[in-house]
């Protein structure tokens, strides 16, 4: 695999990409020194300047107390096929709307690494791709696609619809319904189990297991259509 694994320490590159994962509404991966559990959260608010940014409750919210205690937190993402992660520290808590949020010092460094092998296209949220999860016991769920890459998928699901679903789980038939004509079809291991705590559907992550070379070859003209797709709204956006 061919990454690109870069250290940012200027302080208008780590705001730049902070400004990016606030404006793509970015799910964050939270974690904290000592606890065991990762928890989900997103940007609200980028403020280089004064040196803070703001971050919203986590989920679980059993999350909030643990941050408050040992005051450090590690935050990963991704975005638009590049891994983001960095460490920081609390600096005050606060809440609106009886909703907690968290003021956090700007990251010193910032590690930033594109895996050009997997990159994770994002579907247009104007665009719905029907996915059907089915498991070997009968029980079946129905999302959307949010994202694909050569290494498996993200799906977007109501609120409350994967109850049922667990964490390293194998789920035999997975149906992505590209068009009328074509679609892709596989197993998937749940790897992500999450909430987007903006619009409050549930996510999933999972990767694909033993694709039949058809299918990986349906995977992989699809992808490269959303990427051309993608750069050429970025050329459009920039007056290219």
Not at 83 to 105: H, N, P, V
Request: net charge neutral.
């Amino acid at each position: 695999m061919h990454e690109e694994n870069e250290f940012i320490t200027l302080p208008a590159q780590i705001a730049g990409v902070l400004r990016r994962l606030q404006e793509a509404h970015v799910l964050l991966r939270i974690t904290i020194p000592g606890e065991n559990q990762a928890y989900l959260s997103a940007l609200l608010e980028v403020h280089p300047v004064d040196g803070y940014l703001l971050l919203d409750e986590l989920n679980p919210p059993e999350g909030n107390a643990a941050l408050q205690r040992a005051r450090r937190l590690g935050v990963s993402a991704q975005l638009q096929g590049v891994d983001i992660s960095f460490t920081t520290e609390l600096m005050g808590t606060g809440s609106s709307a009886q909703i907690a949020f968290y003021r956090l010092a700007m990251p010193k460094g910032m590690r930033y690494q594109q895996r050009r092998t997997s990159y994770r296209a994002r579907i247009n949220l104007a665009r719905h791709i029907p996915v059907l999860l089915a498991r070997e016991d009968g029980v079946t769920l129905e999302g959307q696609l949010y994202d694909i890459s050569m290494g498996g998928i993200g799906t977007r699901h109501k609120p409350g619809k994967t109850n049922e679903v667990q964490q390293g789980e194998v789920w035999s038939e997975c149906i992505i319904q590209l068009d009328e004509k074509q679609e892709i079809r596989g197993a998937i291991e749940v790897c992500f189990i999450g909430e987007d705590s903006h619009s409050r559907q549930m996510r999933l992550g999972g990767k694909f297991l033993k694709l039949a070379r058809p299918q990986i070859k349906i995977i992989e003209n699809f992808v490269a259509a959303l990427e051309r797709d993608w750069l050429k709204k970025l050329r459009r956006e920039r007056g290219e």
